[in-house]
């Protein structure tokens, strides 16, 4: 899975820069969006028709088909291999390079702190709806399905919207959403409005903002580095889970029974994503 995430990304760098890499990787997000509403109803359907080992066999048959179809129909994008690529000393002084580019970190923050509202979301999502709010499992399957359907929207939104406004005024704008829509959830949190609109309309606007925002800035980072573009999208990628895995580590241990921990970090997400993107990309490039 590490890799699969990784791999895509350098790709669509390799072939595709600035905006219009932007856009590739807000069609990718079109897939991301659908897989998290359809997993879920095909995994309950196996396990009631065929007992939870058949999730597995079908995981497995997946994998065979994704694999047949990477031999036989994706060609190799790089242009010229790099053999010391792989070399311990090469990849730290990728890294020092990225890290000592200003820009880059801060679109890799950007991206961090968006994916950290998510898995914040991800983290406390079931207990809110089923727990805090008594949804049940079937209903809490139908909510997450709709808060995702902001997935889909954000990412068919930024495939359109990018190449007209770049990628700076996409996130610029993206990122005024993200930052009110977490606001108001904390807020409805807060004052303890336990109905699930509380959470399903704040959290579809921050999925448009996510995907008007990460793949945008995902393509920020990496085009300047057309030759490394893999160590860019792995140090990418390791920095955005480690920062997202963090903030839902803090929402399960900081759990009290009500949404309002999934929500406070959820808005801290949404602030910090805001603050990156004004301090160190838009400031930089003035």
Known sequence: MAAV?????????????????????????VVLGIAPI?????????????????????????????LFCVVT??????????????????????CRR???????????????????????????????????IGTGERGFGLLFGAVMLGNIAGSIA????????GIDRMIRYS???MLFAGLALAALAWLRVAHPAAIVIPMFLFMVALMTTMPQATAGGLTPFPEISGSAASLLLFCQFMLASTAALIVGVTFDGTQRPMATVIAAASTLTFIAFRVLVRRRAA
């Open 5 to 29: 995430a990784v791999v895509p990304r350098a790709i669509v760098r390799d072939l595709y820069s600035g905006e219009r890499a932007a856009r590739m990787l807000s069609l990718m997000g």
């Open 38 to 66: 359809v997993a879920p109803i095909i995994g309950s359907h196996l396990h009631v028709w065929f007992g939870w080992q058949a999730n597995f066999i079908f995981v497995a048959a997946y994998g065979a088909i994704a």
């Open 73 to 94: 129909a994706l060609p190799e994008t790089i242009k010229a291999r790099n053999k010391r690529a792989t070399d311990p000393a090469v990849v730290l002084a990728n």
């Open 98 to 132: 990225l890290l000592h580019s200003r820009k880059y970190v801060g679109y890799l923050l950007v991206a961090a702190f968006a994916s950290s509202g998510l898995f914040a979301f991800l983290a406390g999502s079931a207990f809110a709806f089923v727990t805090v």
């Open 158 to 165: 930024g495939s359109r919207l990018v190449t007209r406004w």
């Open 175 to 177: 990122t005024w959403l």
